[in-house]
């Protein structure tokens, strides 16, 4: 199992913003990882789990003081915004692992 910068577009349904980006925790600003068995964990506190239990928030979704509005991924558009994002970064990545996360994504939810 190995741990990859988390590099995509915002998963949240409903919003609009195609920019791919790395991800932060919200409580530390850390980076966020992704694994093959589809787990997220934030850099610094390691605290690994389901990435549908995860919720995210960018700046298409925030009140008028700028405070993000925290969303849960949309199934089918998670799996649409990392499938580019691993395109994009296909040459960095191992095929088992890209095929791993795959199959570990469709099997969760
Ligand atoms: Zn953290
Ligand atoms: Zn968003």
Known sequence: MS?????????????????????SHRSCGSRIQINELAE????FHRNSSNIFGW???????SD?????DYKEPDRIKLLAVLAIS????????????V???????????
Do not use: Q, Y
């Open 55 to 61: 919720s995210f928030g960018c700046s298409k979704h």
């Open 3 to 23: 741990w990859k910068d988390l590099f995509m577009s915002c998963p949240a349904k409903d919003c609009s913003n195609t920019d791919a980006s790395f991800w």
């Open 99 to 109: 095929i791993m996360l795959v199959m570990n994504l469709r099997k969760k939810n």
């Open 86 to 97: 691993l395109k994009d970064k296909g040459s960095e990545l191992d095929d088992e692992w």
């Open 64 to 68: 008028h003081s700028g405070k993000l």
């Open 40 to 43: 997220l964990r934030c850099s």
